[in-house]
């Protein structure tokens, strides 16, 4: 069975190319020069064809390289013979040679057990060039992760006894080495303990030939760093020090956002909204993050956000992840969520986050309430959940991506309290559960698929919900603007439960800038003690981003639809965005 596998294999290697071929194509033909040769070459059935005569060594050495995986270890072709449009190779196959004994000479027979060398299967067994070549290529690996980077494998003590061989491994180790230290040249800002920890190397630790060849792009996966050219290794006896060219890279970002919009509730009149955002990343040089974000969304009401991520704390892969967020609905209510996580980090890209978000939220105004017989859409409500959450990005630029994926799902479950209100009827308590259960739930997902050499179609589903009993409108999530939900005014849904399903075709006309189309589609519901709705509204548009000189300047226009109503230009939304690097 394996010498028909075996045949097949180098029968498909050398017939692929066929169909592929231009019509100049140049017939090859194989003829055994023995009869030993001529029997095997039948087997096959060799005649194939190539694109030119340059393509025949490389086609001649793959059909040897047939006969070396079957103990030929003498095949060979004793000639060439060129014709006009033809060409013909003067094979000879040679002895075919077996194991009388392969012992593990010096190298650790533990380890030759580990990489799948058993010395008494061999015996009586085809000698394999590719098999003898694969069992150096993982002897070798496991001494250069293991701080032996000069090792070499050979076969010692060679004996021919007619066609049977006998040999023993010989593996030189050479030098232990160890490493010294990474320099860094370059005007790079960034703390040595993080970036040997990041890096996974540190002073002392054997030469890992694995993790070494991973720095430079664990380097570049850095966004404040910039590879001004390649490391360098230096070996000295028993040591190696590693030298990095690396300069300090503009990720901190101050971001504008100005939208422009019918007011719904005076129509006929435009209304202003506007966010501000600060990110610091990396300002000390330990890869932390300090995100403030401020919002005016509509009269009277603002958002503002705090983020705060440490990583690597105490030279271990933990991190602290802290966000606050204050909401403020007018003269109605105010929010206060604090969410406070340890991470894990894999990578730059990749963590795993435990995490407990405590929220309140209080009445600013109960005028009128004391004698209501009907529930409110707000209340004095708490909660304290706990969590886990999971991230992965793995996108060719950050920034703006052709292509990759993104993905984040987190889940939380806890403990969920209704507060009794003094200036509120006391009777409308009564129906309510004042203490439950509460779920929480989101998953974000992203893919960029490159159509074209410029062009782009991103595809994205953001999902979230909540469950529990009784909820009112200040507990629920809350979309729609530029950053969520195109064609809509800024978070003006709530929801207990959305699915939004975004595509958008980019043309990245520039590194950092693009013209796009999109569409983005949502079903949500909103489920509380008052009602119940539910809607599929979706929007669609155009958007500009270019880059200037102080920063990246961006523009996008929506319409949208909800309830089923009719697309309005008058209800048309007009977003202008900037974000400058520094």
């Not at 490159?450 to 529990?468: C, E, F, Q, Y």
């Not at 990246?552 to 109503?565: E, H, V």
């Amino acid at each position: 069975m394996g010498r028909k596998i075996c045949w097949a294999l180098v029968f498909f290697v050398l017939m692929i190319p066929l169909e592929s071929l231009g019509q100049n194509r140049f017939s090859l033909k194989v003829q055994g020069a023995d009869s030993i040769s001529k029997k095997l070459v039948r087997k096959i059935n060799y005649d194939a064809a190539v694109q030119s005569k340059e393509a025949v060594q490389q086609v001649l050495g793959a059909f040897l390289s047939g006969f070396y995986e079957r103990g030929y270890l003498a095949a060979r072709f004793d000639t060439v013979i060129y014709d006009t449009a033809s060409a013909t190779g003067i094979f000879t196959a040679g002895m075919q040679y077996t194991w009388l004994n392969l012992s593990h000479g010096n190298a650790d027979a533990e380890l030759l057990h580990e990489e799948g060398f058993k010395q008494h299967q061999l015996k009586g067994k085809k000698i394999s060039i590719p098999e003898l070549m694969r069992l150096s290529d993982k002897m070798i690996r496991y001494c250069e992760n293991n701080g032996y980077p000069f090792v070499s494998f050979q076969l010692d003590s060679v004996r021919i006894d007619s066609n049977r061989i006998s040999a023993a491994i010989m593996l030189k180790k050479n030098d232990l080495v160890k490493i010294d230290s990474i320099s860094v040249k370059g005007n790079a800002r960034i703390a040595r303990s993080y970036f040997y920890y990041y890096l996974k190397v540190r002073p002392g630790n054997l030469y890992n030939e694995s993790i070494i060849s991973k720095i430079p792009q664990r380097t570049r996966d850095l966004q404040f760093l910039t590879e001004k050219k390649p490391m360098e290794i230096v070996f000295e006896p028993g040591k190696a020090k590693i030298v990095m060219y690396l300069d300090r890279k503009k990720a901190s970002r101050f971001d504008g956002l100005l939208g422009v919009m019918p007011n719904n509730r005076t129509t006929g009149k435009l209304m202003l909204n506007g966010e501000l955002k600060l990110a610091l990343l990396s300002a000390f040089g330990r890869g932390e993050l300090i995100d403030l974000q401020w919002r005016k969304l509509e009269k009277a009401t603002q958002d503002l956000k705090i983020h705060l991520i440490y990583p690597y704390i105490f030279a271990t892969p933990l991190g602290i992840d802290v966000a606050f967020k204050l909401y403020k609905k007018d003269t109605s209510y105010l929010s206060v969520n604090t969410n406070i996580g340890i991470q894990y980090l894999f990578s730059s890209d990749a963590y795993i986050k435990g995490f407990a978000e405590i929220a309140s939220s209080s009445l600013l105004k109960a005028t009128g309430l004391g004698n209501a017989t009907v529930l409110p859409d707000y209340a004095d409500v708490s909660s304290v959940l706990y969590g886990i959450e999971l991230s992965k990005l793995d996108y060719d630029y950050r920034f703006n991506p052709r292509k990759g994926y993104g993905i984040k799902l987190s889940g939380a479950a806890g403990n969920r309290q209704i507060k009794r209100n003094d200036l509120v009827n006391p009777i409308l308590y009564d129906s309510l559960d004042l203490s439950s259960t509460q779920y929480k739930g989101a998953c974000y997902a992203d893919l960029f698929i490159p159509l074209a050499r410029k062009a782009t179609l991103m595809i994205a589903s953001d999902n979230a919900w909540i469950v529990g009993s009784e909820l009112f409108d200040n507990e629920l999530f809350q979309f729609g603007g530029l950053r969520s939900f195109r064609g809509f005014d800024e978070e003006s849904f709530r929801a207990s439960y959305y699915s939004i399903a975004t595509a958008e075709l980019r043309y990245l006309y520039e590194k950092n800038a693009y013209v796009s189309l999109f569409w983005n589609g949502a079903y949500y519901e909103k489920r509380t003690v008052k009602d119940f709705i539910h809607d599929t509204p979706y929007g669609f548009g155009a958007g500009l981003s270019f880059e200037t000189r102080i920063g990246i300047f961006s523009i996008s226009y929506a319409l949208g639809s909800q309830y089923g109503s009719p697309v309005l230009f008058k209800q048309s939304k007009l977003h202008f965005g900037m974000i400058s690097y520094f």
